[in-house]
């Protein structure tokens, strides 16, 4: 178990450009969740899947994203056409569905230029 | 619209001495409330949580108190040391966690400086 990865670590890209970020959960869990989070705020739900299914996403979650999990393991999470105001600290996290708490990947910070 | 507050950005306590951070929630269907740290450079991580059937959990030298009628909880460290200092994240949820979504709700967060 190495806790959950988030990769890449950091992304530069330029306005109008599309990223894509990917995260592996703990194998074990079947909860995966996205949050993302900008400088003075905390965490605000993005998407979350159990198992392969995705079952909620936020009104945050605009045409521009799109989130993955196939196969209910690693997801994917890509931004299309990136703005400025997409830059922030993308957050995955898993948990079993009776765990107590989640257990957060260190993030993917996305810079818009 | 924001459901959790942490009306304090920021608070600093010597070491030994108690800390308190302080949460506040306004909507009452919230049924479960956590406490994440947060270090520079990693992802928050899980600290202690309590049930709305409970007034109080402890772990430790974390202590959660929790004020349904208030709709304010509090997390109580006891002693405080150097390396608590970190940023503090109250989160609620209204499916009880394991029962509904386990989506979260966190306030701003709370930056705590333990000094030596």
């Known amino acids: 178990d190495t806790g959950v990865s988030q990769d890449p670590r950091h992304k530069i890209t330029k306005r109008g450009q599309n990223v894509t970020f990917r995260c592996d959960p703990i194998?074990?869990?079947?909860?995966l969740y996205w949050y993302r989070q900008t400088l003075g705020q905390g965490p605000e739900f993005l998407t979350y899947?159990?198992?392969?299914?995705?079952?909620?996403k936020s009104r945050l979650l605009s045409d521009r994203f799109s989130a993955e999990r196939p196969k209910g393991s690693f997801s994917t999470l890509e931004i299309q056409r990136t703005e400025q105001g997409d830059s922030a600290m993308y957050l995955c996290?898993?948990?079993?569905?009776?765990?107590?708490?989640?257990?957060f990947g260190s993030g993917t910070r996305l810079t818009v230029v | 619209d924001q459901q959790v507050k942490q009306n304090s950005p920021s608070l600093s306590v010597q070491e030994g001495r108690i800390s308190i951070l302080n949460c506040d929630y306004t909507?009452?269907?919230?049924?479960?409330f956590l406490w994440y740290k947060k270090y520079p450079a990693e992802g928050p991580t899980f600290l202690i949580s309590?049930?709305?059937?409970?007034d109080k959990n402890e772990d430790g030298r974390f202590t959660v108190f929790l004020n349904k009628s208030a709709k304010h909880l509090s997390l109580h460290i006891v002693p405080s040391q150097p390396g608590d200092s970190a940023v503090y994240f109250c989160?609620?949820?209204?499916?009880?966690?394991?029962?509904?979504?386990?989506?979260?709700?966190f306030g701003q967060g709370t930056t705590l400086q333990v000094k030596p």
């Open positions: 996290a898993s948990s079993l569905f009776t765990s107590g708490g989640y257990t």
């Open positions: 194998s074990e869990h079947n909860r």
């Open positions: 899947f159990q198992n392969e299914a995705q079952l909620e």
């Open positions: 909507n009452s269907m919230f049924d479960y």
């Open positions: 309590i049930s709305s059937i409970k």
């Open positions: 989160a609620a949820s209204d499916g009880g966690f394991s029962g509904n979504t386990g989506k979260l709700i």
